[in-house]
């Protein structure tokens, strides 16, 4: 059994899968902390986890024929200034389980919970490129990087993004060593993983092996045939994976933490909490949320502090305290947000709705009970 020698987990995680190893905190759990503890950080592994040693660990990054290859040690990559960071990680298939409910996906079957935060430091990506020699070209380039983790033909994860974020500092991607001050626990990518500010949880590589730049993106599996969204006209007989981008920046989300669907609620006054977050640095700027499947709606109070402009890599935790209008017996509640760009989600999921169940963003309703 290759996941023999897989970590032990949070008994409180939800586990969709266990060979390989995915995972999401409860919604309850999920948005109790702004910066969510490392034990119940959602899990998202394709192959069992690598088990790595510090001492001998090197990061193999290849130079331009003008520069210099790099072989890093952890040390090495201590030596770069390291940048500490707050980012919100959301895999693509983030809500895949209300597409699945509309009409069959393939893919895992992930609530509200495939998302979460944390503090990340490291060394900055550009000054480990600019090290190696690496400059911004003219043409196009991509940044493609290999997990230490592979399949039984030896195949490894790979993934990539465009040259142009990985060598500009304001997009602060990093090569992390640090989750919320503590050495990557080995899920989440120890020694080493990749951290892509504002961008689908896919390219954040973990247990980084090697970083190329190359003319074309990653050839892997997981760049070229997975993480793309198509129209819901496409089935698996016509899909054509060349024929749209891989996803980068993910679109404006948000969801409704409690109370949770068929859960029963007190009259007189109920607290609706939940968590809002947008790709690419865009800020949410506000989220708004219905007692009545949409027809009325009132403005959630946003927690925590505003972010930076154009960097707001990071979801805001949301908190409306609503009055249960007399005599109601039940309530559709509904949330949605809108990002400094006034994105905003769609009411529903048959317009998004893709063969892969991806990109998951509906509005996000929740069903309850009023008690009498
Ligand atoms: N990196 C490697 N090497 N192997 C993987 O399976 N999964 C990716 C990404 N990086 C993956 C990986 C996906 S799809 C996601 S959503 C995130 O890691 C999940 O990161 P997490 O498990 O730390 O939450
Ligand atoms: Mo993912």
């Known amino acids: 059994d290759p996941y023999s020698d897989d970590p032990v987990r949070h ?38 986890v690598p088990n790595l040693d510090p001492e001998t660990y090197r990061l193999h990054v290849v130079g331009p024929p003008e520069g210099q290859s790099l072989s890093l040690s952890l040390n090495d990559l201590y030596q770069f200034p390291k940048h500490e960071i707050t980012v919100t990680l959301q895999c693509a298939g983030n809500r895949r389980s209300e597409m699945t409910r509309f009409k069959e996906v393939k893919g895992l079957e992930w609530n509200t919970g495939a998302i979460s935060t944390a503090r990340w430091a490291g060394a900055r ?52 060593y640090e989750m919320n001050g503590q050495p990557l626990p080995r899920d989440h990518g120890f020694p ?6 504002g961008v689908v949880g ?53 969801a409704i933490t409690e109370p949770k669907d068929g859960e029963t609620v007190q009259s007189g006054e109920v607290t609706i909490k939940g968590y809002a977050w947008s790709g690419g640095g865009r800020a949410v700027v506000r989220v708004d949320v219905s007692l009545d499947g949409g027809l009325t709606w009132q403005v959630a ?36 947000a809108v990002d400094d760009s006034y994105n905003v989600q769609p009411d529903t999921v048959a317009p998004i709705w893709n063969l892969r169940g991806v990109l998951s963003n509906a509005w996000h309703r929740v069903h309850v009970r009023v008690a009498p």
């Open 11 to 48: 008994p409180a995680l939800k586990v969709n899968s266990q060979r390989p190893f995915n995972a999401e905190p409860p919604p309850e759990l999920l948005t109790e902390n702004y910066i969510t503890p490392n034990p119940i950080f959602f899990t998202r592994n394709h192959l069992p």
């Open 125 to 176: 990506l550009c000054d480990v490129l600019a090290k190696a020699g690496h400059q911004l070209c003219e043409t196009e380039a991509h940044v493609c990087f290999e997990g230490l983790d592979s399949d039984p033909t030896g195949t490894a994860y790979g993934a990539s993004i465009p040259l142009a974020r990985a060598m500009d500092p304001e997009a602060e991607v990093l090569l992390a």
């Open 192 to 197: 080493v993983r990749v951290v892509v500010p």
């Open 202 to 254: 896919a390219r954040h590589v973990k247990w980084l092996g090697k970083v190329s730049v190359e003319p074309e993106e990653s050839y892997s599996h997981w760049q070229r045939r997975d993480y793309k969204g198509f129209s819901p006209s496409v089935d698996w007989d016509t899909v054509d994976f060349d024929s749209a981008p891989s996803i980068q920046e993910l679109p404006v989300q948000s």
């Open 301 to 336: 109070e946003l927690d925590g502090e505003e972010p930076r402009p154009r960097k707001a890599w990071a979801w805001r935790l949301w908190q409306l305290q609503a009055s249960v209008p007399a005599g109601k017996k039940e309530l559709n509640i509904v949330c949605k």
